[in-house]
């Protein structure tokens, strides 16, 4: 079944190559379609993959290889959860080792320039405590760093 709501992502034209690299490095993502042109277009030829249809983390997308019309910015990313620091390494070091970039707070960029905050539960969890001094400990601690450190965020939790 189709779903009712579906992000569209826009590539300039390798949408499989990420999709494929999404389902390989996320749980509950995969690779569901690749859809190619029935006909010449604008940026493309008939034949080339002109959409592919994935999951990442469960929720659907569609990449389209539009061109090089538009870019990717951080007004748009996906926020992964992660459950501790093992977790939190991985996806970080599979993004920024595959081409991508670091950045602050726990947010990085994909060498398609997607932006992901790879976020540990923790850290959510402490944002939101009802003890307001705990919540200002995390986030001033969050704010020194580029990848989440979860012993850190712990301690400043801890004060």
């Known amino acids: 079944m189709t779903p009712k709501n579906t992000l569209c992502l826009w590539f300039n034209h390798d949408a499989e190559e990420a999709a494929r690299?999404?389902?390989?490095?996320?749980?509950?993502s995969r690779v569901n379609a690749v859809h190619r042109a029935p006909a010449d277009y604008p940026?493309?030829?008939e034949g080339d993959v002109l959409t592919v249809e994935f999951t990442v983390c469960g929720i659907p997308c569609i990449g389209l290889n539009g061109g090089d019309a538009f870019t990717h910015s951080e007004a748009f990313s996906f926020q992964i959860a992660t459950d501790d620091q093992e977790e939190t390494d991985r996806l970080w070091n599979?993004?920024?080792?595959?081409?991508?970039r670091e950045s602050a707070c726990g947010w990085c960029k994909d060498k398609w320039g997607l932006s992901w905050q790879i976020t540990p539960r923790v850290l959510t969890d402490a944002m939101a405590h009802p003890d307001r001094s705990v919540a200002r400990?995390?986030?001033?601690?969050?704010?020194?760093?580029?990848?989440?450190?979860?012993?850190?965020?712990?301690?400043a939790v801890r004060g």
Do not use: L, W
Request: no cysteine; charged share 20%; hydrophobic share 50%.
């Open 137 to 155: 400990r995390a986030f001033e601690a969050m704010m020194t760093m580029g990848k989440i450190d979860v012993a850190r965020i712990q301690a």
């Open 43 to 45: 940026s493309g030829k």
């Open 94 to 100: 599979a993004i920024v080792g595959n081409g991508g």
């Open 21 to 28: 690299f999404y389902a390989a490095t996320f749980p509950d």
